[in-house]
């Protein structure tokens, strides 16, 4: 198990490398020169030249590149060309919130697409089953921005159930991720954007549960734990459902990458002050130091989120171990 | 016999409701199974003996309907029990199984320990070290050494977890063992070493046990009588040296036939034409009938009864009063290969 981690953590590392040096390229394959934001061509030649020796970009291209990569390890990402704050405390901020609402919409998506999944499987063929295939196309089919604003006008602006967007009241800023989970009005403001990205997601793990759950509930082992004189929620629960989530864990990580473009038109949607939110901005303003912050730290959130379902499939299959030491 | 029986099955019939009609898998069965003994069902593919267990133990698929007159286990009426008390005081701790498909009857996620202490917390008060030290004495029964207990399925091959099985489906003394089909897919040697296991296990419990197997060697090795079946119903069923020795349905002798002998060895085998009857439909006739060379137009028309030809032999054939004169004509290859 330890082996198959530390295997694991070195394969997100080289990952998120890999990731650095494209986000490198890309970012000076971009047409137009992106200095132009800072350095005018109004200038005087000596002292655009000065300034760009004071970015560094009189150097050759791999000497950049060297010093990019250092500079991302010791978390000198550069300033923001409009605010210039550090990207890097910009980020710290977005961070949180994005990871917040991704969680939480996550966390809706498998425990309820999971749950219903299995459900629909073991009352196959019922109104249950046959009405959750229905919902669930009917909110893949709806994309996020549509379900969004039908949950504002609905919710939010006929009956003023919940806040219509923003994290927490305007001029309330909570100094830190802890006061801010503190805060009940941070409570209200995130249940519509979760249900959002929760329902568009849903139907996947939902469907693939079922399916994974009617093809395991015709093993053989299925028979067996029933000839044991199992309870039918024993056989169902940690008999079935076990083995069934083993396809569904593969497709969370699947998923986790998909689920970063829901995140850009909900948090944009909802005022959410997160990445998605900050990536259109930075896009917009061409702020190119805080865009290629964004990129990479977006990056790193599915890679690592990656890693994490690798060690919860090793968890739940007792077999992966022994096929990792046999690939090494 | 003069014991009571301890399952007693009389006119079970088993449905399934399919796309293209009603399939008749089991069709008026009825034998007993007596303490200690080996009650072995023979039987090509098909035939309707792996539906007649799943009925037994409920296990049958939602298309599936049985039916029965009576269903009996020590007396105790079966077939009208409800699901929960079945599930709690039949299941396991009278009947236990040994599926078909041992290889994959283990679940891949958890400890092969762990899901025979499973099934003994589940019919027992016992705490799990008390239900711990109980598997270690049945690996050792059935020889498996203990410390494979924390292994997991992926681990054992395919001799081990049919022990694993094995021992399982000791863990709570049950009055009956079905062991189905419980040395296919083994290799021959494997196959051996789990066969004579099972006989020396045998002399030490008290369990019953119904075997069930196309393999003909396999059954006449190990089974005290024998039930032959055939489309669904039993064709013959006698102690097992007196079906050997004296074969009265047509099936039967077929069967001995196409069955190596080691004291004729050179002698051609002689196979039964044809392939077995669909059961679609509602039969009106014997089902071997197309394929027996000793058929009338009686097979035809009408469905054969059971007769008792005494000493617990009986056989599901018209002309049951002709066997000796069938058993003489059923060894030439020329009485098979001119009937159609």
Request: include cysteine; charged fraction near 20%.
């Amino acid at each position: 198990m330890l082996e198959y981690v530390i295997r694991r953590l070195i394969y997100m590392l080289i990952t998120i490398f890999a990731v650095a040096s494209i986000l490198f390229v890309v970012f000076r394959l971009l047409p137009g020169e992106a200095t132009l934001q800072v350095i005018s061509p109004a200038m005087d030649d000596a002292v655009q030249d000065r300034m760009k020796a004071a970015f560094g970009l009189d150097k050759p291209l791999w000497q950049q590149y060297f010093i990019y990569l250092k500079n991302l390890v010791s978390l000198e990402w550069g300033r923001s060309f409009v605010s210039a704050q550090r990207v890097i405390d910009i980020l710290q901020y977005r961070f949180w919130n994005t990871l917040l609402l991704m969680a939480s919409g996550m966390c809706m998506t498998l425990v309820l697409g999971i749950g219903f999944g299995i459900i629909m499987a073991w009352k196959r063929n019922s109104s249950i089953d046959i009405g959750g295939t229905i919902a669930g196309l009917v909110f893949q089919a709806a994309p996020p921005f549509v379900t969004g604003l039908l949950l504002l006008m609905i919710l939010s602006y006929r009956l003023g159930l919940f806040p219509t967007g923003g994290m927490y009241p305007a001029g309330q800023r909570p100094d830190g991720v802890l006061a801010l989970l503190m805060m009940p009005a941070f409570w209200e403001r995130i249940v519509l954007p979760t249900i959002t990205v929760g329902l568009y997601y849903i139907t996947t793990p939902m469907l693939i549960m079922r399916d994974n759950m009617l093809e395991v509930l015709g093993s053989d082992y299925i028979e067996l734990a029933k000839a044991k004189g199992l309870k039918p929620s024993v056989v169902m629960f940690k008999h079935a459902a076990r083995n069934a989530l083993l396809g569904v864990v593969t497709l969370a990580s699947i998923m986790v990458g998909f689920a970063i473009g829901g995140q850009v038109v909900v948090e944009s949607l909802f005022s959410w002050p997160g990445m998605g939110q900050l990536m259109v901005e930075s896009a917009a303003s061409h702020d190119y130091p805080v865009a290629q912050g964004t990129f990479l730290m977006l990056a790193i959130l599915v890679i690592g989120l990656n890693f994490l379902t690798d060690v919860w499939y090793c968890y739940l299959d007792p077999r992966i171990k022994i096929s990792s030491t046999g690939l090494a | 016999m003069s014991q009571s029986p301890r399952l007693e099955v009389r006119n079970l019939s088993v449905r399934y409701q399919t796309r293209g009609g009603e399939v008749h898998a089991v069709n008026q069965v009825s034998f007993d199974v007596f303490p200690n003994e080996v009650f072995g069902i023979a039987g090509e593919s098909g035939c309707g003996k792996s539906t007649l267990i799943r009925a037994l133990m409920r296990l049958l698929p939602e298309n599936g309907v049985s039916d029965a007159d009576l269903i009996q286990y020590e007396g105790q009426s079966l077939d009208r029990m409800s699901e929960k008390k079945f599930r709690e005081q039949v299941l396991w701790s009278k009947i236990a199984l040994v599926p078909q498909s041992a290889m994959n009857s283990l679940n891949p996620v958890y400890r092969v320990g762990d899901q025979i202490i499973e099934a003994i917390r589940n019919h027992t008060s016992q705490e799990k070290h008390e239900a711990r030290s109980r598997v270690e004495e049945l690996f050792d029964v059935v020889g498996l050494e203990s410390d494979l207990m924390d292994s997991y399925p992926h681990e054992f091959s395919g001799g081990m977890r049919q022990r694993a099985m094995i021992a399982m489906s000791l863990a709570l003394d049950p009055g009956l063992i079905i062991m189905d089909e419980p040395t296919t897919g083994l290799d021959v040697l494997v196959q051996e070493r789990i066969l004579r296991r099972i006989r020396e296990i045998r002399s030490h419990i008290a369990s019953s046990i119904i075997l069930i197997t196309h393999d003909i060697a396999v059954i006449a090795e190990m089974s005290d009588r024998i039930a032959v079946m055939y489309g669904g119903r039993i064709m013959e069923q006698a102690q097992s040296e007196d079906l050997f020795d004296t074969p009265c349905h047509p099936y039967t002798l077929g069967l001995k036939n196409a069955f190596p002998s080691i004291q004729k060895l050179g002698q051609e085998l002689v196979s039964i034409p044809g392939s077995p009857p669909s059961l679609l439909g509602k039969q009106t006739g014997c089902p071997f009938e197309a394929r027996c060379p000793f058929s009338i137009d009686q097979c035809v028309t009408e469905i054969p009864k059971i007769e008792s030809l005494g000493k617990n032999h009986e056989v599901f054939c018209f002309r049951n009063t002709d066997a000796p004169q069938m058993r003489e004509q059923a060894t030439s290859m020329s009485t098979w290969h001119s009937s159609n």
